[in-house]
Every structure is written in C-alpha cells, then in structure tokens.
C-alpha cells in the first residue's frame, strides 16, 4: 500500500475529456473503473484525480492473497496493548481520502465483499470485528483499475460488482500524443520518441501469438536507456523487445518485423 498526500498534479496528457467525466462522477459519490492494457496510464490519471480534488491518494496493489483484513484493518499488540489499527481502505474513509485499488480483479471475491456497503446508497464501511460503520468523509472516492485482455484473468470480475461502478476504458494515446509523453518522461529527442513509438505500434499491431503489447510504460524505459547513452537499437531490443517474450525465436521474430517497419 502506498499513501501519497496529493500537492501538485502529475504530468498527465489526456486523450480527451476523461478526467473531467471522472472528477464528475468522484464529486457525485460514484466509483469509477478504469479498464485497459497495462502501462497505459491509468494510475498517472489516478494521481491526477487525485490532484485535482486535492485529496491524499491511498493505492492499494490488490493480489491474491489479500484478505479483508489487509484493507480493513486488524487487532495489533502495540506497545504491550491490543490495539485496533485502521486498514488503508477504512483510513481513506474516515479522512476522505481517495483509494485506488489496482488491479482490483487480482483480489478474492471474499475480499472484494468488504466494498458492497460502501459502494451502493450507504457509503459505509462496516468492520465486523470491532461492530462499527464508518461513514464516508466528504472527498472520499474509490477508483479501481483491471485489464480485461490479461491471460491470468480467470477470476472474471461478477457483473453484480462491476455494476457498482461507472467505467472508463482507457488506452495508448494515439502516436504523436504517446511520443510526446515519452519525451517528457525520458528527456530523448522528438526523432528518438518517434521512433520508438513507431516500433511499439508495430509490435502492437503484429497481435504475435503470445506476447503482450508493448506499453507506454516499457516505451518510457527503453526511451531512458537511449538518453543514458545507449544505442537506439540495444534500446529497442533490451527495452522493449525482450521483455514482451520469454522465447528467444518469438524476440527474433519481432526485431525482423521491426526491421522490415523501418
Ligand atoms: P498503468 O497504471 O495503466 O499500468 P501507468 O499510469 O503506471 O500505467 O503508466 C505507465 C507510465 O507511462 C507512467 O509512469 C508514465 O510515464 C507514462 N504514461 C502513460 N500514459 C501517460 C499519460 N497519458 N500522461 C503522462 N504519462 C503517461
């Protein structure tokens, strides 16, 4: 879990009208779901909601073994006493904070019960070991995020769930838009970002059996290998070719596909 007191807002380049609709809908007491590919920006549009409401950020990494315990708090021995210590979900209640659970279709669905009271007309948090309701503050929204196209997502979130939230997808920037994001954040030439973008495209266009789109985030990576000295195609290869497959031929493959691109 991460907690992030919100100052200034992060660099965030929207594709469109996003973070208004989403803002909009925080104000309005809805939790929001953000769908898409990995690396595509969703936790940097958090942050910049979370900015622009001027609330501190709670992130949690959901994953398989976290329990309701682990967002709700439990019962700790501090300092020779039993104390009850709040989770990080039941802490962005109380203080009206804004609670991003990544990767929410990692968690059980046990878990994810926990959300049911807070996320319909209640807007409380009730905490059965200790008996209390915890109302939410004024400020407090919930955001979540999960890729619908990732091969480990057997546990499919349940309609009833995922009806409790409005959804945005969200996806790479269109080219141009994507090569001045990797520009900023590496510091490489326009010419070194769009060429780099070029490759990711292509590569996101093969649909080559087996591997994950590159992403911006990889994009970023390799873009920062570049301004660190490296050649553009040790870059390429090592950022954002290696990582998408594990099979040498598969890595092949996609650098003669890269070549034939230009
Ligand atoms: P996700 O949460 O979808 O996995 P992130 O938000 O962590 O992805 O994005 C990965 C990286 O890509 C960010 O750290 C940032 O450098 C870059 N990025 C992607 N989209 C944007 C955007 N629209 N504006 C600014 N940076 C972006």
């Not at 329990?67 to 989770?87: E, F, H, K, N, P």
């Not at 807007?123 to 407090?140: I, Y």
């Not at 979540?144 to 939230?165: D, I, T, V």
């Amino acid at each position: 879990m991460t907690t992030e007191a919100t100052s200034e807002s992060p660099y965030y380049l929207a594709a469109g009208s996003e973070q208004k609709a989403i803002r909009i809908a925080c104000e309005r007491g809805l939790a929001v779901m953000l769908t898409g590919p990995t690396g595509c920006g969703k936790t940097r549009l958090v942050r910049s909601i979370a900015a622009e409401l001027d609330r501190p950020l709670v992130t949690v990494s959901c994953h398989d073994d976290l329990t309701a315990s682990d967002l709700l708090g439990r019962y700790l021995v501090v300092g020779g006493d039993v104390r009850w210590v709040d989770g990080p979900l039941t802490t962005a209640v109380r203080e009206g904070s804004v609670c991003y659970l990544d990767e929410v279709a990692e968690a059980r669905r046990d878990t994810l019960a926990v959300l049911h009271s807070l996320l319909d007309d209640r807007r409380e948090l009730f905490l059965d070991r200790t008996g209390e309701s915890v109302p939410a503050a004024p400020g407090f929204a919930l955001l979540a995020s999960y890729n619908p196209e990732s091969r480990s997502l057997l546990k499919e979130l349940k309609p009833s769930f995922r009806q409790r939230f409005v959804t945005l997808s969200v996806t790479y920037l269109p080219p141009e838009q994507e090569a001045l994001v990797v520009q900023h954040e590496s510091g490489v030439p326009e010419d070194v970002a769009t060429a780099l973008v070029r490759s990711a495209v292509a590569l996101r266009r093969s649909e080559h059996a087996g591997i994950e789109p590159p992403s911006t985030r990889l994009l970023v990576a390799a873009a920062s290998l570049v301004a660190a000295g490296l050649p553009l195609e040790s870059a390429v290869r090592i950022g954002l070719v290696n990582p998408l497959s594990v099979e040498g031929a598969v890595a092949l493959a996609l650098d003669e596909l890269l070549r034939a691109e230009g």
